[in-house]
């Protein structure tokens, strides 16, 4: 059984997966590889993830997790959005947020419908 649960969202016309949990899941590029390939399975080209399955390496940029994350995402042409608390985001890492905030391929919301309402429109 996987540590995660997911939720396939469709609306708009636009189909999304929301991953969630209260254990740890992705740790690194394969556990979002697994991720990306649920994406394919149900056609979706988005995806939501909820902060409780990050690892707290992702939240520490000299881990390199992150970036390493989120590339995979940008090339596999998911659109993603991450629902953290407020106290996900500290330090350097609020910096990241601010910066990935500005493109349109990974956002970072504190409130899952905002998450939503961005990751099904275009």
């Known amino acids: 059984m996987k540590p995660f649960k997911i939720r396939i969202i469709e609306k ?7 991953t969630f949990g209260d254990k740890t899941f992705i740790e690194g590029e394969a556990d979002i590889l697994e991720l990306i390939g649920l994406c394919g399975e149900f056609e979706a080209d988005r995806l939501m993830i909820h902060g ?14 992150a970036g390493s994350i989120i590339q995979k995402l940008v090339n596999y042409h998911v659109r993603t959005a991450a629902v953290l608390s407020q106290d996900q985001i500290r330090g350097r890492f609020a910096d990241f947020v601010a910066e990935t905030n500005r493109g349109n391929h ?3 919301f504190f409130d899952r419908q905002k998450a939503e309402s961005w990751l099904l429109s275009d």
């Not at 708009?12 to 929301?18: A, C, H, S, T, Y």
């Open 12 to 18: 708009q016309g636009r189909k999304l997966v929301e």
């Open 106 to 108: 990974f956002r970072v």
């Open 52 to 65: 409780e399955i990050l690892a707290e390496s992702f939240f520490d940029l000299k881990s390199g997790r």
